[in-house]
């Protein structure tokens, strides 16, 4: 389902700017509300100085409050847990987030109020790297083949219903140093293209669109092979999963997905695996 309500945390610092500027163009693309949010980090009986916070959204944002179109909300609290309970509670169908360091991604994910906030909704997070200059044309997602990958490629589809879908899955010969017969990993490259072509066919039975998609399987590792395929369109939109219980695990694309964020130079769709079921 393409959004209805998109939100977007701000501190009202420039390094928001991507993260808002990409939702207005979702908005305006979506035809979807926005809320705009920024934590006050005051105690929940520390009423904000309404007038204040509506001027700086301005400057910041160039955003206004129009009724049913664009509402700010200052919740109260530390910024990871305010702006989780804010965008779980406005109804939201995805939250826009922009790299709070975006000069140093290498130490930004683990540990910051970005990684609490994809642990604690269960809403789908763009985190926003890029600016935003034209709607995303291209989703490129990586699958692991688990029900989780399955549900984050489909909600990407959903969500963004006008842009090409490319599919891709890295694979490596276990113990490679010992394995070293070229029988070993064709025959295993064989079995990942056949596993491949399956979750093709089940993705195409839920939704049509993916019998238009393009798939890849590649050796080597899994973000090599997103960087692979986001050199023939740079401006894609990657997408993962994460599991929301406890922290990020296993990616849909069977690394460690708070590494792709770390490491990819795109913006990224995280889709809480949970909601597979």
């Keep these: 389902m393409v959004p209805k309500c998109i939100a977007v945390a701000t ?7 991507r993260a808002i ?20 980090n005051l105690a929940a009986d520390d009423p904000p100085d309404l007038g204040e916070l509506n001027r700086k959204m301005l400057a910041s944002t160039g955003l206004t409050a129009e009724k049913g179109r664009t509402e700010f909300l200052y919740p109260a609290g530390s910024p990871p847990h ?20 975006y ?18 909704t269960s809403k789908p997070t763009l985190i926003v790297k890029n600016r935003a200059h034209t ?36 694979w490596q010969v276990p113990f490679q140093a010992f394995n070293t017969d ?23 039975a839920r939704n049509g669109r993916f019998g238009d998609a393009t798939s890849e399987v590649v050796r080597g590792d899994a973000t090599d092979a997103i960087r692979k395929a986001l050199a023939l369109t740079p401006d894609a939109m990657v997408v993962v999963g994460s599991h929301g219980t406890s922290g990020f695990k296993q990616a849909t694309i069977g690394s460690v997905t708070s590494e792709l964020l770390r490491y990819l130079e795109a913006d990224t769709l995280v889709v809480n695996a949970a909601a597979a079921g």
């Design 11 to 17: 501190d009202f610092s420039p390094r928001a700017d």
């Design 21 to 40: 500027d990409r939702a207005k163009l979702l908005q305006q693309h979506m035809q979807a509300k926005l809320c705009a949010i920024h934590a006050t």
């Design 82 to 101: 305010a702006i989780a309970s804010a965008c779980n509670k406005s109804g939201a169908d995805l939250l826009l987030l922009g790299p709070a360091r």
């Design 103 to 120: 000069n140093t991604l290498g130490d930004f994910f683990l540990g910051t109020a970005v990684d609490y906030i994809l642990r604690t």
């Design 135 to 170: 709607d995303y044309q291209q989703i490129i997602a990586g699958t692991d083949f688990s029900p989780g990958s399955a549900n984050a490629i489909l909600t990407a589809a959903d969500m963004f219903p006008d842009a090409s879908i490319h599919i891709t899955h890295a």
């Design 182 to 204: 070229a029988y070993v990993a064709e025959e295993l490259e064989a079995e990942h293209t056949a596993t491949m072509g399956k979750f093709m066919v089940e993705l195409t």
